[in-house]
């Protein structure tokens, strides 16, 4: 779906990250028959440490995970200072809060929307990442250690 929303964007580059899957492939054959190969960078075997160099050099970061638990990249990025676009997920709905814009998975026309938004309107983009740099003050060292102790405390006097 990203490259389908890419085909409907200009001048927009993706790069993905990680291991050559099934996913992959299929990601290769999407971006041929929509002649993206030359706007597709594809990165393997980078080390976890280069990850914040990553993120921080991108205008937006996409998302689009429909089976994940947590979502702890969709926290890297947003502290990184990265708008989010991702699915609306029980798992990516926790790590986002309302800091993120969520599409459905297979909306390929509104995932486009959002990314040209995202790139061309600065007061949008600007108040995405307000939103972001809130929500992510809850996952401080501080406010973790603090729920932390919270939560042995409550076990100890049970």
């Given amino acids: 779906h990203i490259v389908e929303a890419l085909s409907k964007s200009k001048d927009i580059h993706l790069v993905a990250i ?4 099934e996913y992959f492939n299929n990601v290769s054959k999407a971006l041929e028959k929509h002649k993206l190969c030359d706007r597709f960078h594809y990165l393997d075997g980078v080390p976890f440490q280069e990850f914040p160099a990553i993120y921080q050099m991108a205008e937006i970061f996409i998302y689009p995970s429909s089976y994940e638990g947590f979502g702890i990249p969709i926290i890297e990025a947003m502290a990184s200072g990265i708008p989010v676009i991702t699915y609306d997920t029980a798992g990516t709905r926790e790590a986002a ?3 993120a814009v969520y599409c459905k998975p297979g909306q390929t026309e509104n995932m486009a929307d959002i990314i040209n938004k995202l790139m061309n309107d600065a007061g949008f983009k600007k108040s995405q990442l307000e939103k972001a740099n809130q929500h992510i003050r809850q996952f401080a060292d501080e406010q973790i250690a603090s729920r932390l102790g919270s939560v042995y405390k409550k076990t100890m006097e049970q």
């Fill in 18 to 21: 990680g291991r050559k899957t």
């Fill in 97 to 99: 809060g309302e800091a």
